[in-house]
């Protein structure tokens, strides 16, 4: 399928882009085409399911867009993204809970249900201060769902942790 490179994001121009968010949920239907971030193109790209150029007509390869995500420093949210649609999991942005990603369990339809966890993704090295790591863990046991918590390794080997709310 036809896509553009805008930014930071992508458009399927094809009559049967709605498939790809009907069936299996990746991005979203726009007046322009089917609109995805760069993370889900990139995995889009790499299955072999859409093709890229920039408004130039200049093709884009999966390798440019990796290089493109990783000058944003998004890279590992690539890897957990990749990591968890292969697990069969639908992904959608987590920006409104203050994540990264949430997550439908497979079966479970966004629109028709709820998703179960949110996703805060962190690289090994990073640290984070107590108090931000107790507002993510509250954020998400206020909207039912459990925390979690995806290290990324240098070696880009992903450690889940699954953190939710108790009372002591």
């Given at each position: 399928?036809?896509?553009?490179?805008?930014?930071?994001?992508?458009?399927?121009?094809?009559?049967?882009?709605?498939?790809?968010?009907?069936?299996?949920?990746?991005?979203?239907?726009?007046?322009?085409?089917?609109?995805?971030?760069?993370?889900?193109?990139?995995?889009?790209?790499?299955?072999?399911?859409?093709?890229i150029?920039?408004?130039?007509?200049?093709?884009i390869?999966?390798?440019?867009?990796?290089?493109?995500?990783?000058?944003?420093?998004?890279?590992?949210?690539?890897?957990?993204?990749?990591?968890?649609?292969?697990?069969?999991?639908?992904?959608?942005?987590?920006?409104?809970?203050?994540s990264?990603?949430?997550?439908?369990?497979?079966?479970?339809?966004?629109?028709?249900?709820?998703?179960?966890?949110?996703?805060?993704?962190?690289?090994?090295?990073?640290?984070?201060?107590?108090?931000?790591?107790?507002?993510?863990?509250?954020?998400?046991?206020?909207?039912?769902?459990?925390?979690?918590?995806a290290?990324?390794?240098?070696?880009?080997?992903?450690?889940?942790?699954?953190?939710?709310?108790?009372r002591?």
């Amino acid at each position: 399928m036809k896509s553009i490179l805008y930014d930071d994001r992508v458009i399927v121009k094809d009559v049967n882009a709605h498939n790809l968010y009907n069936k299996r949920f990746y991005g979203n239907l726009t007046d322009f085409g089917l609109e995805l971030s760069l993370i889900e193109a990139l995995y889009l790209l790499k299955k072999g399911k859409i093709y890229i150029i920039t408004e130039h007509k200049e093709q884009i390869t999966a390798e440019k867009l990796s290089e493109i995500i990783r000058k944003k420093q998004i890279y590992s949210h690539y890897l957990v993204y990749e990591d968890l649609r292969t697990r069969g999991y639908i992904i959608k942005t987590g920006f409104k809970y203050g994540s990264d990603f949430r997550i439908y369990e497979r079966g479970h339809k966004p629109g028709e249900g709820h998703s179960n966890h949110l996703v805060k993704i962190l690289s090994e090295e990073q640290s984070i201060k107590a108090r931000d790591f107790s507002s993510y863990v509250r954020v998400a046991h206020g909207v039912r769902k459990s925390l979690l918590l995806a290290v990324v390794d240098d070696e880009y080997n992903i450690t889940y942790y699954d953190i939710e709310w108790t009372r002591p």
